[in-house]
């Protein structure tokens, strides 16, 4: 029988919630572990799917004396499908289960419009507060920049591999701070690295695929630099197989115009004195006046990478330079979707849209 943890004795609930799946995956299989014993998951685990789960079959579950461990327990799995109406019943049941008895509750990853959690999406507030009260509630949310360093580091390093800090943070940025990725992608590099003991920033570089972020970056840099003809050699980077011009040209001029609204947010947090593009650095009234999606705020959360060279494209644009910017953007956007006949070819119309982008201002 698994050793289970003191700790861990008297709760008869949790749930486990957030955007990160592979830790919730984590903690769930550490937490079966150490709750139900490892000969006797026949008897003693019960797996239920929220759509088709009840609160009377939740107890029912709960009640049954466990064979072997020291818990039975009842694991409901999407559980924001399960019945509102038996949420609510469950969340005034829970607190009569046995301690012989452990509830766990999967929430995925919620559903977002607007930077709002979708009704539904997420367990009923009466249920949470009746599992935090009998048990735990564990949030997982997307790793910030420096968690996810961590993370990273921590996988090479029990794999018997060394990474330089100039490494690390290149493959960071290559990856992004979902975990299930960086485990994959780290991975990849540990099997690539093969007997070496070290892995090296090249060795990223040669691995793991250039990011659609850094791409962007690079244009907006010779876009910034005024840079014409390197502009349209990296805009043809943003066009994956050439097979469908149509759908590789509208991709791409949302990702330019997804970065410009992020300059423009940048811009506007520079000229109010603002340097640091955290929340909390952030004035309210001026964070509730950037949009939603993208949100700079958000973005420079999820990749710290992101915020000097936001910051340094920036200040190479002026107000006048975005608004021109911007107009050119959303002539594209006419064009493309075939409201002005001006020109048909798509490629045609990204190609002068990112000369007009990298054009110079008029002398003032």
Known sequence: MNAR??????????????????RKRQELDKLIGSLVAEDFADFDLEELDG??????????????????SSQRVVLVKF??????????????????APRTGCLIVVNPAPEKADGKVKKGSEVIGDLSRAIRKVGEVRSLPMM???SARAFAKSLFVKSGKKIDERGLA???????????????EARKLIDYSGDSDAISAQDVATVTSETPEEKIFKLVDAIAARNQGQAVRLLSELFES???????????LAMIARHFRLLWQVKTLQESGIRNFTRDAVPDRIAAALP??????DVVARQGWMANRLSTQARSFTGGDLARCFAAISRADLMLKGITDDIEDPTV????????????SPAR
């Open 292 to 297: 939603s999606s993208p949100n700079v705020l």
């Open 79 to 96: 559980a924001n499908k399960m019945n509102e109406d038996e949420q609510r019943k469950l969340a005034t049941a829970l607190p009569k």
């Open 5 to 22: 943890p003191r700790e861990e004795a008297n709760k008869r609930a949790y749930l486990l919630k957030g955007e990160d799946e592979f």
């Open 170 to 184: 290149h493959f960071v940025q290559r990856v992004g701070n979902d975990s299930s990725v960086i485990a994959s």
């Open 242 to 252: 050439g097979t469908n011009p149509d759908g590789d040209a509208a991709r791409a």
């Open 51 to 68: 759509s088709s789960a009840t609160a009377d079959r939740i107890m029912a579950g709960l009640n049954v004396p466990p064979f072997s």
């Open 349 to 360: 119309v990204m190609e002068l849209l990112v000369l007009e982008l990298s054009r110079k």
């Open 144 to 146: 910030r920049p420096e």
